[in-house]
């Protein structure tokens, strides 16, 4: 028995990583190690550009998202591809050592890239905390609880008449009688079983 849906209960928050030319909305961050510079660890697909942008940038930021969070900076960092949007147009940012964070968050850490390992399918990226300041002293929201309320955060709408199937991991939609099996969502590339359909 692997049932993997298990690892779905593992506690993640919600962040947006930049650097320069683009970024993406991460759940998949932890701190690795304590001290004066602290290493953050964040597992990064490997289809996704931000993993192109790591490869070659030396630094990147995590800006760690509130309860509150506006739904439409989660649209746009985590259901656009950098290659094909500029992700930083209307989102508003400070810049903190040449790179942009997310102004309406709890705040910013500045990661040092110091060292990368292939997990498969997603690598890992290691930074060196060398800048970060609170900016809003709220509580942060959990992955789970974006599971939760995501269809109202990203105010989830369907056309109607549509058959539609929502990915319970991204909040991503299908259209179609039934979702193929081999179907992968393009978003956070979880299979079928991840799909549910949209009661009206
Ligand atoms: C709630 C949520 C959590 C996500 N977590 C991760 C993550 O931890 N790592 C990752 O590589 N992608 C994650 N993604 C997917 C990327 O944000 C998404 O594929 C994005 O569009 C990639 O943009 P890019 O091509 O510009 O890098 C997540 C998406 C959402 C909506």
Redesign the pocket.
Known sequence: MKNKKITRKISQG?YVLTTEG????????IQASAGDNPIIA????KD????QLLQKNSTFAISVLGKDADGEI?KQ???????DVD?FEGIETIEVKNTKVVKKSLGYIILEKVDSIDCGT?TLFLGKMIEGDILEDEEPMT?AE?QENKEDLLKITTEKGKTAWICTA??YIYYGDEVPDDFICP??KLGKSYFKEKED
């Open positions: 919600m683009g970024g993406c909305v991460v759940d998949a961050v964040v597992a990064i697909c996704n550009h931000t993993h989660i960092f985590g259901f656009n591809c950098s290659r992700k997603h992955y974006y991204c909040g978003i956070c």
